[in-house]
């Protein structure tokens, strides 16, 4: 890692076991990793985290109408979440769970620190409880169904809970928090989410119920029998017990990493992590994390996805139909990340076929067949560079330093325009010099169109490895990388491709994708 590098820590929320996999997980996944691999690749020491959040309430009566004993659902479930791993190809460096040991030694000092600042205490808790959230909420959030029963704003079914339980003094941070917002205004991403977190927490705060005793499928409050965390205390924790929490010294993962951290989470958990969490936090005495983001939710065809409309979108699914590297660049390509997205099918299949087949795909592949065919197999000696060469290869050249800003403000389909901008610069190179014709007219000069034509693929394939790492991989494959030219510090002037490189009969990345009428 380069010493002006700062390191890089990105997480997933981790995934509640109560459901299989879908597209929202993929999703949050996605955008991590190609976080992940961007700073990899720009020399940065990285920690990519996602995992699954297996206590609660909810997980307890899943269990139980599966007919099994928590442990072993969760088990299942679990792995489920670590197979999407390697279908959407991510490269996570850690997965964690929060049954191990690990964790629960983390939570259980995170609340005693909590404690020994005199921030917890002990009361009875009356009020609504949604299960399916593992969330409280107050009378006035609620609203009748059509038989009477309440809701909670998310449509959760809600239930009357009175118990004794441990307080957190939620109340007493609220202008501790505001004063976060005003301190650090990019704190929660996008600008909207901000606005809201901020006008909920200037509504003003209740305390905190964070323990519960009516069910035992938790972490154990230290020093208190019968108690079990409330679920978010628990869950959140999991960013630091990754870090060796509760090692903190010099050199350790959490000195390194904490409190660096980019939390990616959908819009739906965005209370939780940037209200209750930096509360927890500074009650603990540490710091709040670097930036929460949060993304939107996806429809498919203008329609809510949910099971009964039977319209669920199955990320296995779609790997399978379509391929790996399309489903991730659409995903991260079609909407701009904060605003909630479309999945229809006719619009996929455009943008793939445009950006990717008849794109860098057809751009690619035509410059490399021509070599092998015209340049005796091997990248050509360019001669003299006229105006437009190096008004093309200036553009390349200044890619990383126009994506960059997009990556750092989590804006990835921005980074993905700028990259695709060169795509179609160099489609308009090729086109306006023309080297099947110089191929009768001036060799030469074909030859150095096709060796600037495919510097550019070779930039373009190294700037598109976080989002389509197997199809990056095939084109630098082709165009003779090792594997210590693909990092991000051999891209611009100073390292050119190098005349000489055998060029095989190259092989399509970016197929065509057929969809039949109606499918």
Same mark, same amino acid.
């Given at each position: 890692?380069?010493?002006?590098?700062?390191?890089?820590?990105?997480?997933?929320?981790?995934?509640?076991?109560?459901?299989?996999?879908?597209?929202?997980h993929?999703?949050?996944?996605?955008?991590?990793?190609?976080?992940?691999?961007?700073?990899?690749?720009?020399?940065?020491?990285?920690?990519?985290?996602?995992?699954?959040?297996?206590?609660?309430?909810?997980?307890?009566?899943?269990?139980?109408?599966?007919?099994?004993?928590?442990?072993?659902?969760?088990?299942?479930?679990?792995?489920?979440?670590?197979?999407?791993?390697?279908?959407m190809?991510?490269?996570?460096?850690?997965?964690?769970?929060?049954?191990?040991?690990?964790?629960?030694?983390?939570?259980?000092?995170?609340?005693?620190?909590?404690?020994?600042?005199?921030?917890?205490?002990?009361?009875?808790?009356?009020?609504?409880?949604?299960?399916r959230?593992?969330?409280?909420?107050?009378?006035?959030?609620?609203?009748?169904?059509?038989?009477?029963?309440?809701?909670?704003?998310?449509?959760?079914?809600?239930?009357?809970?009175?118990?004794?339980?441990?307080?957190f003094?939620?109340?007493?941070?609220?202008?501790?928090?505001?004063?976060?917002?005003?301190?650090?205004?990019?704190?929660?991403?996008?600008?909207?989410?901000?606005?809201?977190?901020?006008?909920?927490?200037?509504?003003?705060?209740?305390d905190l119920?964070?323990?519960?005793?009516?069910?035992?499928?938790?972490?154990?409050?230290?020093?208190?029998?019968?108690?079990i965390?409330y679920?978010?205390?628990?869950?959140?924790?999991?960013?630091?017990?990754?870090?060796?929490? !509760?090692? /903190?010294?010099?050199?350790? @993962?959490?000195?390194?990493?904490?409190? &660096? =951290? %980019?939390h990616? #989470?959908?819009?739906? $958990?965005?209370?939780?992590?940037?209200?209750?969490?930096?509360?927890?936090?500074?009650?603990?005495?540490?710091?709040?994390?670097?930036?929460?983001?949060?993304?939107?939710?996806?429809?498919?065809?203008?329609?809510?996805?949910?099971?009964?409309l039977?319209?669920?979108?199955?990320?296995?699914?779609l790997?399978?139909?379509?391929?790996?590297?399309?489903?991730?660049?659409?995903?991260?390509?079609?909407?701009?990340?904060?605003?909630?997205?479309?999945?229809?099918?006719?619009?996929?299949?455009?943008?793939?076929?445009?950006?990717?087949?008849?794109?860098?795909?057809?751009?690619?592949?035509?410059?490399?067949?021509?070599?092998?065919?015209?340049?005796?197999?091997?990248?050509?000696?360019?001669? !003299?560079? /006229?105006?437009?060469?190096? @008004?093309?290869?200036?553009?390349?050249? &200044? =890619? %990383?330093?126009? #994506?960059?800003p997009? $990556?750092?403000?989590?804006?990835?389909?921005?980074?993905?325009?700028?990259?695709?901008?060169?795509?179609?610069?160099?489609?308009?190179?090729?086109?306006?010099?023309?080297?099947?014709?110089?191929?009768?007219?001036?060799?030469?000069?074909?030859?150095?169109?096709?060796?600037?034509?495919?510097?550019?693929?070779?930039?373009?394939?190294?700037?598109?490895?976080?989002?389509?790492?197997e199809?990056?991989?095939?084109l630098l494959?082709?165009?003779?990388?090792?594997?210590?030219?693909?990092?991000?510090?051999?891209?611009?002037?100073?390292?050119?491709?190098?005349?000489?490189?055998?060029?095989?009969?190259?092989?399509?990345?970016?197929?065509?994708?057929?969809?039949?009428a109606?499918?």
């Open positions: 890692m380069s010493a002006d590098k700062t390191p890089f820590y990105v997480t997933t929320p981790i995934y509640y076991v109560n459901d299989v996999p879908h597209i929202g993929a999703y949050t996944t996605l955008a991590c990793d190609m976080l992940a691999r961007f700073k990899r690749l720009d020399g940065h020491e990285v920690f990519f985290l996602t995992g699954t959040d297996e206590h609660g309430q909810k997980v307890q009566k899943s269990a139980a109408q599966a007919g099994v004993d928590p442990q072993a659902f969760c088990d299942r479930v679990s792995g489920r979440f670590k197979v999407l791993l390697d279908a190809n991510f490269s996570n460096d850690q997965f964690i769970r929060t049954t191990e040991d690990r964790h629960k030694r983390a939570a259980q000092d995170l609340w005693r620190r909590i404690a020994d600042n005199g921030h917890i205490y002990l009361d009875s808790y009356a009020g609504w409880y949604a299960v959230d593992e969330a409280y909420y107050a009378e006035s959030e609620l609203t009748k169904a059509e038989d009477g029963s309440l809701l909670a704003p998310t449509g959760a079914p809600v239930e009357w809970v009175e118990e004794e339980s441990y307080f003094d939620l109340s007493k941070w609220q202008q501790p928090l505001l004063d976060l917002y005003d301190r650090r205004p990019d704190f929660v991403k996008p600008q909207s989410r901000l606005n809201e977190v901020r006008s909920f927490v200037a509504g003003g705060l209740r119920s964070i323990s519960r005793t009516t069910f035992d499928w938790g972490v154990p409050v230290p020093d208190a029998p019968g108690h965390m679920v978010w205390i628990d869950a959140l924790t999991n960013y630091l017990t990754a870090l060796d929490y !509760p090692e /903190t010294g010099a050199g350790s @993962a959490y000195d390194r990493f904490w409190p &660096g =951290a %980019l990616i #989470v959908g819009k739906d $958990i965005l209370r939780f992590h940037a209200v209750y969490w930096p509360a927890f936090l500074m009650a603990a005495g540490l710091e709040p994390p670097h930036r929460v983001f949060a993304h939107g939710w996806w429809t498919k065809e203008g329609q809510k996805i949910s099971k009964s039977g319209n669920v979108l199955d990320p296995f699914d790997v399978e139909r379509f391929g790996r590297d399309p489903v991730r660049y659409f995903m991260m390509r079609e909407v701009p990340f904060g605003n909630d997205g479309d999945f229809a099918t006719d619009g996929f299949v455009g943008r793939c076929n445009a950006d990717l087949a008849n794109g860098i795909g057809n751009l690619a592949q035509r410059t490399l067949s021509m070599i092998h065919k015209n340049c005796a197999g091997a990248v050509p000696e360019p001669g !003299p560079l /006229t105006d437009d060469d190096l @008004a093309f290869l200036a553009q390349v050249d &200044g =890619a %990383l330093d126009d #994506v960059r997009h $990556i750092d403000a989590q804006a990835p389909h921005l980074a993905l325009e700028a990259i695709w901008a060169r795509v179609s610069a160099g489609d308009g190179y090729i086109s306006a010099q023309a080297p099947w014709t110089l191929k009768k007219t001036d060799p030469a000069r074909m030859a150095t169109v096709l060796y600037v034509t495919a510097e550019a693929v070779r930039q373009i394939a190294i700037l598109m490895q976080p989002i389509v790492p199809a990056a991989a095939s494959d082709q165009l003779g990388q090792g594997a210590d030219d693909r990092r991000f510090e051999r891209l611009g002037a100073g390292h050119r491709l190098t005349p000489g490189i055998a060029i095989a009969k190259p092989q399509g990345v970016f197929p065509r994708i057929e969809v039949e109606g499918v």
